[in-house]
């Protein structure tokens, strides 16, 4: 199976300030028939479900916010948000769908 | 609106069954590919399991091959997840969650509220 890395396992971030999340996997993950990376992010607060936040790598979901952004392509991930507001607390997962679906061990994102 | 409930949680020993379900509605149910991905307490996610919008195709992790099934009933709008010979390290949250792609499996745009498992004598 393929294996996500991600780092740091926790960061603390003023308001305001930006975050960044990296996401290593383990093999190239890149899609051949559109060359579009296989990888989603997933925001999940304490006591909810993960919450979509981008796809193929840089696809914001629809009513995500525009301070989330994700880039990245071939093995080296990164999902950014550029002025973190408290609501932003929470786990952030990478998912690769290029094989069978694996996660990050999650980054936790604190104030 | 799309929703999906998930029910069947649970306290069971080890070796026992449980069957999961997953009611969804708000969208055409049998036109999407749906998983199940499970959480242990305080740990990440885990995908588990995959079935095709048809039916046809389906896929399982190695960690519950052979114990656990997944299957769906269009009819009843309805997942389900069956588990056989249960152990503790099945502990976790237990969700439901619909696949974007209509081809293979990619990421997931809607995911239920889950449903505890614990497995414990």
């Known amino acids: 199976d393929i294996v996500l890395t991600q780092s740091p396992d926790s960061l603390a971030v003023s308001l305001g300030e930006r975050a960044t999340i990296n996401c290593k996997s383990s093999?190239?993950?890149?899609?051949?028939?559109?060359?579009?990376?296989?990888l989603a992010w997933y925001q999940q607060k304490p006591g909810q479900p993960p919450k979509l936040l981008t796809y193929?790598?840089?696809t914001r979901e629809s009513g995500v916010p525009d301070r989330f952004s994700g880039s990245g392509s071939g093995t080296d991930f990164t999902l950014t948000i550029s002025s973190l507001q408290a609501e932003d607390v929470a786990v952030y997962y990478c998912?690769?769908?290029?094989?069978?679906?694996?996660f990050g061990q999650g980054t936790k994102v604190e104030i | 609106e799309v929703q999906l409930v998930e029910s069947g949680g649970g306290l069971v020993q080890p070796g026992g069954s449980l069957r999961l379900s997953c009611a969804a509605s708000?969208?055409?149910?049998?036109?999407?590919?749906m998983n199940w991905v499970r959480q242990a307490p305080g740990k990440g996610l885990e995908w588990i399991s995959y079935?095709?919008?048809?039916?046809?195709?389906?896929y399982y992790a190695d960690s519950v091959k052979g114990r656990f099934t997944i299957s769906k009933d269009s009819a009843k709008n309805s997942l389900y997840l069956r588990m056989n010979s249960l152990r503790a390290e099945d502990t976790a949250v237990y969700y439901c969650?619909?696949?974007?792609?209509?081809?293979?499996?990619?990421?997931?745009?809607?995911w239920g509220q889950g449903t505890l498992v614990t497995v414990s004598s």
């Open positions: 998912q690769q769908y290029y094989g069978t679906p694996t």
């Open positions: 969650a619909r696949d974007r792609c209509s081809g293979s499996s990619c990421y997931y745009d809607y």
């Open positions: 093999q190239t993950i890149l899609y051949s028939s559109n060359n579009k990376n296989c």
């Open positions: 079935i095709s919008n048809s039916g046809n195709t389906i």
């Open positions: 708000g969208f055409t149910f049998s036109n999407y590919n």
């Open positions: 193929w790598a840089s």
